[in-house]
């Protein structure tokens, strides 16, 4: 019941949406919409606790500890970027920057975006798992291209055909899954897609079929993801769209498409008996946070520079992952949830940091602290936050994930402290100057909506100095099925 | 005669002409012909479909026959053209590499596709298994000609012959996936195609023009 309503409110939110969308209620109705979805993934959290994991749906779709905790943190993140999508969008729209038509078309594809992503969280069948995030790249394909600037073209084209052909590459794994699955399951074949049968039987599937399956899955899934070298769109995508939207891309569309590396991952390793993609994850994710941490010194606009970040971030969850273990899967998992609020929240700042500099330059952002003290303290703070430095949640996972590398793969170690020192260089000497850099601009009377920014922070630091024995649990018990080493 | 089943002959016709559609498919500059290579693609990909439906008697293989029909042989490629009479997109530039090593990097391609399709036919069950390596290979020159082209509308094309690809590849390995993904993968596909749609009207007004080197100034120094 609690998980019928949990699909049906976005889905219904985008279709009311869709008709008003251009109305003035409509970023309220936005809003309620949200909330109500979060609400329901609550509801469902709390049966999931009580009652344990549920199969629904004709076994279609299926929740467990993993997935209901990713359920709750995207409606959370998507609850707080509809609070700050009302007065941003507002003022875009009285800079003319927007058309009434196309704030009706953001509205409903952002709902239709969070029904897509958590179709792709909640489901069994692998096949729909791939249709889900494919629907989640075409629902923000037109976001990222709202301005219709020449840049949000390109980057929309970027993400259309990069997305859809790593997408493919996924198809073509899902296929291959399904070939080696149906050879054991037999019948009709309907259940050799459901997760949970494929779990049950994963120890006779045949190996060399799924080795070939997992190298199409991750190539295809770690382009959403955005692992290099297949990060090309991502960037792009997150400097042109708008900026709630660079939010909930960050902040959860990467998380999703993890999710979904990691379900084929504990799928693979149970039917491989060999360390393959443990390695592979790994070697993807080490890549990963090297290439993005230099190329962080070569950014201009802020939001590129913190796109880059966030490939950084999935970079080392990706590894972790890759480690495996109860561990370093709990680390991800609250890694997981530390960068997507605190990335998040510096995409809330620095929207509006960006909105009242009038560009995304750097160097045209100074002195955040005299003009707008809250935002400035937000950004700083949210930086801060995302480079590691405690008090704050993502230290903490950062140091389990770091501790646990020094102890299973030590030769990864230097490169992650070199990588992480690279990229805390590189952001907080801009961040600095962004904050507390002399500036030209005046104050502007006009009141940012940063009550989502310190929400996010407040959890984030909470979330590093003591975690909630129910969420330890739950991250233990997730991190458990998630196995490994 | 030779032992194979008159049906399982015509079937792996249909593949070899697959196969051929594809390399025409590579080597050809006009935009119209392309999307034309692609309906023939769909048709041919179609009567495979319906082969197997008739072979193995699912049922739920004349409904994605149907579907193919309707979408890859008629939509999809009646929208393609509507698109290229309004934007006016009849050719394609030179390709970046010239036709002739195009072709012999897809012959390669082909051969590559053989290799790695041999682990996944020794598993398959059925009948047609001995196809999965021209599906493989159909998706891989799909994917080259998506790479040696600029024009958008080239790519899309090359973008829906990779999917007939996956698709053929689907139904040699395993009789076609569940009724339930199939129909979600059609939706995405449509879906998909109507985003475009839209997303090249935006690309027009805004450049003039359709080629994708203007679509090249972001890069890692900006």
């Known amino acids: 019941m609690e998980f019928v309503v949990l699909l049906s409110l976005p889905l219904a939110g985008a279709v009311l949406l869709g008709f008003f969308g251009a109305r003035p209620w409509a970023p309220r109705l936005n809003i309620a919409a949200s909330l109500a979805t979060l609400l329901a993934a609550c509801a469902l959290t709390a049966k999931v606790i009580l009652e344990g994991n549920l199969l629904l749906v004709r076994e279609q779709f299926f929740i467990d500890p993993f997935n209901v905790f990713l359920v709750s943190l995207t409606a959370f993140v998507g609850f707080t970027t509809a609070l700050f999508s009302r007065p941003y969008m507002r003022v875009e729209l009285d800079h003319g920057r927007l058309t009434p038509g196309r704030l009706r078309l953001y509205h409903s594809m952002y709902q239709l975006f969070m029904a897509t992503m958590l179709i792709a969280l909640t489901t069994n069948n692998l096949g729909l798992l791939w249709v889900a995030m494919e629907a989640a790249t075409l629902s923000t394909v037109l976001l990222v291209t709202l301005y219709r600037t020449p840049a949000s073209l390109e980057a929309g084209w970027k993400y259309f055909i990069l997305c859809g052909v790593g997408i493919a590459q996924a198809l073509f794994g899902t296929i291959l899954l399904y070939v080696a699955a149906e050879s054991v399951l037999g019948g009709e074949g309907v259940n050799a897609l459901l997760w949970t049968h494929l779990d049950a039987v994963k120890g006779q599937l045949e190996p060399t079929v799924i080795g070939l399956a997992f190298v199409f899955l991750l190539v295809g899934y770690g382009t959403k993801v955005g692992l290099a070298p297949l990060h090309n769109w991502l960037p792009d995508a997150h400097a042109e769209g708008p900026t709630p939207i660079s939010a909930v891309l960050s902040g959860l569309l990467l998380n999703v498409a993890i999710y979904a590396v990691v379900r084929c991952k504990v799928l693979v390793e149970g039917s491989l008996h060999s360390d393959l993609p443990s390695r592979m994850l790994m070697g993807f994710g080490l890549v990963s946070v090297v290439f993005a941490s230099f190329l962080l010194w070569r950014q201009r606009d802020i939001k590129r520079l913190f796109a880059y970040s966030s490939i950084e971030h999935m970079g080392i969850i990706t590894f972790a992952f890759g480690m495996g273990g109860q561990v370093a899967n709990f680390a991800a998992l609250l890694h997981m949830t530390v960068h997507s609020l605190t990335k998040s929240a510096i995409f809330f700042s620095v929207g509006h940091a960006s909105q009242k500099a009038g560009s995304q330059l750097m160097e045209d952002i100074r002195g955040l602290i005299t003009t707008s003290p809250t935002i400035g303290w937000g950004l700083m703070l949210g930086s801060l936050a995302i480079l590691g430095m405690p008090p704050f949640g993502v230290f903490a996972s950062e140091f389990l994930i770091l501790t646990t590398a020094m102890q299973q793969q030590p030769w990864a170690t230097p490169i992650l402290l070199l990588a992480l020192g690279v990229a805390f260089a590189a952001i907080f000497g801009r961040v600095q100057q962004m904050v507390f850099g002399e500036t030209t601009l005046k104050r502007l009377p006009h009141s940012p909506a940063l009550l989502p920014v310190f929400a996010h922070l407040a959890i984030v630091l909470v979330l590093g100095l003591f975690i909630p024995p129910f969420l330890a649990n739950w991250y233990r018990a997730a991190a458990g099925l998630i196995g490994g080493h | ?222």
């Open chain 2, 1 to 222: 005669m030779n032992g194979v089943p008159f049906d399982l002959q015509i079937l792996n016709s249909l593949a070899a002409l697959l196969l051929l559609v594809s390399f025409a498919m590579l080597s050809q500059r006009r935009v119209v012909t392309l999307v034309n290579l692609l309906a023939l693609q769909g048709a041919l990909l179609c009567a495979a479909t319906l082969v197997i439906a008739w072979r193995t008697g699912k049922s739920h293989l004349y409904v994605s026959a149907a579907l193919t029909l309707g979408l890859k042989v008629i939509f999809l490629p009646w929208l393609l053209h509507r698109l290229i009479r309004r934007l006016e997109v009849y050719w394609d530039t030179e390709p970046a590499l010239n036709v002739a090593s195009t072709m012999l990097v897809g012959v390669v391609v082909v051969v590559f596709a053989f290799g790695l399709a041999q682990p996944i036919a020794a598993i398959a069950s059925t009948a047609t298994r001995s196809a999965i390596g021209i599906a493989v290979a159909v998706v891989l020159l799909a994917f080259l000609t998506m790479i040696t082209r600029s024009k958008a509308m080239s790519q899309v094309v090359g973008f829906l012959s990779m999917e007939n690809g996956l698709f053929f590849g689907a139904m040699s390995a395993t009789y076609g996936m569940p009724m339930i993904v199939e129909l979600g993968v059609a939706l995405d596909v449509l879906v998909a195609m109507l985003v475009l749609g839209v997303f090249f009207f935006q690309i027009r007004e805004q450049f003039d023009s359709l080629d994708l080197h203007h679509l090249e100034s972001l890069k890692e120094e900006t």
